[in-house]
């Protein structure tokens, strides 16, 4: 049957925005539509295999140098690392218009672009070929809402330290306390936006709305990663605030995540490996070989962590632990902003990526301890019966994985959205605890201690992470469902 219409993607950059936005592509499929995903020509590695066998999407590779940071006329960000050359955005913005005016000079343009809002610089590009434009958030619908809700009330200014605002329209359970509003984006930009990575915007500046109203302005809907189960009232309250469709259309994790909720699921049939020192069967093997829900597994993504005094005392805090446990530890971890040698995906020759490693940890725990270095089967070990608790940074990605196969969070923000969606955790689904109550100051080892013992021992924590994994369990959720079709019915008016 031939497709209805064309719908182009159009990710930012870094493995958070690339993967959800391809399993959008291959959820648009399902409806008879032709997706096409344009990336620049170095991040089709980053593309997991199995895409091929979808032939309605298909990925348009445009030449350019490497990952944009925005462009010049948005802030730049304070950094002793290499910055990107200014002109890619340029390139890729040309090689669009290129393609635009190539495969749609005799026929109609696309249905419309669904455009990750950290792309919102391209907008122009897309209006002039009349194509509509539909803004994409790859992060959660809290994030989004208490941005914006908190501008309302102008909650500028630090409350006392025993007084909560609730913010109207919204859950009690996420009402901003004097700590909330203490805490800031340190050693990491202070909440510019990065390169690559996790959704960015906050904290916005004081008095300004959230960065993502101007990002978002002139589209005919917002598409955001969660679904109605998970953050309802948030996606109601954006909903009723904008005027415009708010779709709920994730959690946009792999086919397989969705057909292996009781079983394990190995990352290599739908992610793409890169260099680590333990294979995945070596992994599960260490695993296999641990008791049920006794393993904590410490990992901060690929992009932002601690800082170096911080890794020095998640190290000593883990030695001194009873639990098993396996920590991740990228290259370069313990330095501010992304990784050297990985712009957007492009390696940099020559780049130094010393980062952290936690001399002499593995010797003194044995096998008790598993130590990574790079990449991680993340599925895997999150799907894992021996898995019982995740301290991790709290990026949206890896809280939905998390959610979805019932492991409580022990949750360590570094920056941006992702104090919010560790109050959603904490606060609002109760299925985690904090690393520590006042994250304006360095995080101790006996935080992380207390921390650790809290998210592994708590019976309740626990019970409620598994009754909300309920939500999972009969696959991709029907509200999601509901607002592609509800997306699709709009664009086609």
Request: with cysteine; charged share 20%; glycine share 10%.
């Amino acid at each position: 049957m031939e497709a209805v219409t064309d719908i182009l993607v159009l990710p930012f950059f870094g493995q958070g925005h690339l993967f959800p936005c391809v399993e959008l592509c291959k959820h648009f499929s399902s409806y008879n539509c032709r997706s096409l995903l344009i990336i620049p020509s170095h991040l089709s590695s980053s593309l997991p295999s199995n895409l091929r066998h979808y032939p309605l999407v298909e990925v348009l590779h445009i030449p350019a140098s490497y990952s944009p940071f925005p462009p010049p006329d948005m802030p730049k960000r304070e950094s002793s690392r290499p910055r990107p050359g200014v002109h890619h955005h340029q390139e890729l913005g040309l090689g669009i218009e290129s393609f635009l005016s190539e495969r749609y000079v005799n026929a109609p343009p696309p249905g419309c672009v669904v455009m990750d809002v950290m792309m919102s610089w391209s907008k122009d590009i897309f209006r002039r070929a009349n194509v509509p434009i539909v803004s994409f958030f790859t992060s959660g619908a809290c994030s989004t809402a208490m941005e914006h809700a908190a501008w309302t009330a102008h909650v500028d200014d630090m409350l006392p330290d025993d007084e909560i605002r609730i913010l109207s329209g919204l859950p009690e359970t996420v009402a901003l306390s004097y700590s909330d509003l203490k805490r800031r984006d340190q050693h990491h930009g202070g909440g510019k936006p990065q390169p690559h990575g996790g959704m960015n915007f906050g904290p916005p500046t004081p008095g300004q709305p959230p960065r993502w109203l101007d990002e978002a302005e002139g589209s005919i809907a917002l598409l955001i990663n969660t679904c109605d189960d998970l953050e309802g009232p948030f996606l109601e309250y954006l909903a009723g605030q904008i005027q415009k469709p708010v779709l709920g259309v994730g959690p946009l994790l792999p086919e397989k995540y969705w057909k292996s909720t009781s079983s394990v699921l190995h990352d290599r049939d739908s992610r793409p490996s890169r260099e680590s020192n333990y294979t995945e069967d070596e992994v599960i093997q260490w695993l296999d070989s641990k008791q049920t829900r006794s393993v904590i597994y410490v990992s901060f993504g690929s992009e932002v962590g601690p800082t170096l005094d911080e890794y020095d005392e998640l190290a000593d805090a883990l030695g001194e632990s009873n639990w098993q446990f396996i920590w991740v530890i990228q290259p370069g971890s313990g330095k501010p902003g992304p990784p050297a040698n990985f712009l957007g995906g492009k390696p940099v020759p020559n780049a130094r990526e010393e980062g952290y490693y936690p001399q002499g940890l593995q010797e003194k725990v044995g096998n008790r301890g598993l130590i990574i270095k790079g990449w991680a089967p993340q599925l895997l070990i999150l799907g894992h019966p021996s898995t019982g608790g995740f301290l991790s940074h709290s990026g949206w990605n890896s809280t939905v994985e998390a959610i979805g196969r019932g492991i409580p969070i022990l949750a360590w923000p570094i920056r941006g959205d992702q104090f919010y969606n560790a109050k959603l955790v904490v606060k609002h689904l109760k299925v985690g605890h904090m690393v520590s109550d006042d994250l304006s100051e360095m995080v101790k080892k006996c935080d992380i201690i207390r921390g650790i013992e809290l998210v592994m021992g708590d019976g309740e924590v626990h019970d409620r992470a598994i009754a909300l994994r309920s939500i999972f369990e009969a696959g991709y959720p029907s509200s999601s469902t509901a607002s592609l079709k509800a997306l699709i019915e709009l664009i086609s008016k």
